[in-house]
């Protein structure tokens, strides 16, 4: 079946520490994207890539950082320099270049101690 | 600087009942909206669209009306069912390349 992965689903992080989260896609979509949700706030872009090799920071970019090298993935890192990384982050792609239709993951929930 | 509002965070609908969730923008560049619907714990999965050319589009029970001048939009679910109960965000882009922008949700619970 096409869709995305990711992992984990659930994550623990000490303070200062950075951590990984993987995106993977099959469904052959050029452009993938990478979320962030708070409680009681819409979804906030961190990064997109609508190509391989290339990616631009969207609104939260700070205190994290991409990959694309391969179409059918786009980890993201979050580093010790995100002050609040605790959250539920998003992994999204589609098919159209910018923001079409999206197509999201399961989610992620990083939680640091 | 919240350019998409869903100003109710929770609604909660009778069975069989129709739903409407409610969504205001303030940049009138915006030209395609989009409803998405969110279960716990899982990502968002697409519902429903309308670009700004359009006042409404009907897919199924659920129906998206668009007010240009009124710079807003509601979705309509009718009749109502149990696993409606989610999460409802909505969300606008400018211009094909132009991100989307999200409203912080809407909880939608319908009871039996």
């Known amino acids: 079946d096409g869709g995305i992965t990711q992992s984990p689903k659930y994550l623990f992080r000490k303070e200062g520490q950075n951590v990984t989260l993987s995106c993977e896609q099959n469904l052959n979509h050029d452009a993938m994207y990478w979320y962030r949700q708070d409680p009681g706030q819409g979804l906030r872009l961190i990064y997109y890539s609508q190509i391989v090799n290339d990616f631009q920071k969207g609104d939260i970019a700070e205190g994290y950082s991409v990959s694309r090298e391969k179409k059918e993935s786009f980890p993201l890192t979050v580093t010790s320099a995100q002050k609040n990384p605790t959250a539920f982050y998003l992994c999204?792609?589609?098919?159209?270049?910018?923001?079409?239709?999206?197509?999201f993951g399961e989610g992620s929930r990083l939680t640091v101690l | 600087d919240q350019q998409v509002k869903q100003n109710s965070p929770s609604l909660s609908v009778q069975e069989g009942r129709i739903s409407i969730l409610n969504c205001d923008y303030t940049?009138?560049?915006?030209?395609?909206f989009l409803w998405y619907k969110k279960y716990p714990a899982e990502g968002p999965t697409f519902l429903i669209s309308?670009?700004?050319i359009k006042d409404k589009n009907e897919d199924g029970r659920f129906t998206v009306f668009l007010n240009k001048s009124a710079k807003h939009l509601s979705l309509h679910i009718v009749p109502s069912q149990p696993g409606d109960s989610a999460v409802y965000f909505c969300?606008?882009?400018?211009?094909?390349?132009?991100?989307?922008?999200w409203g912080a949700g809407t909880k939608l619970i319908i009871k039996p």
């Open positions: 969300a606008a882009r400018r211009d094909s390349n132009y991100q989307l922008i």
């Open positions: 999204a792609s589609s098919i159209q270049g910018v923001a079409g239709e999206l197509f």
């Open positions: 309308i670009s700004s």
């Open positions: 940049n009138s560049m915006f030209d395609y």
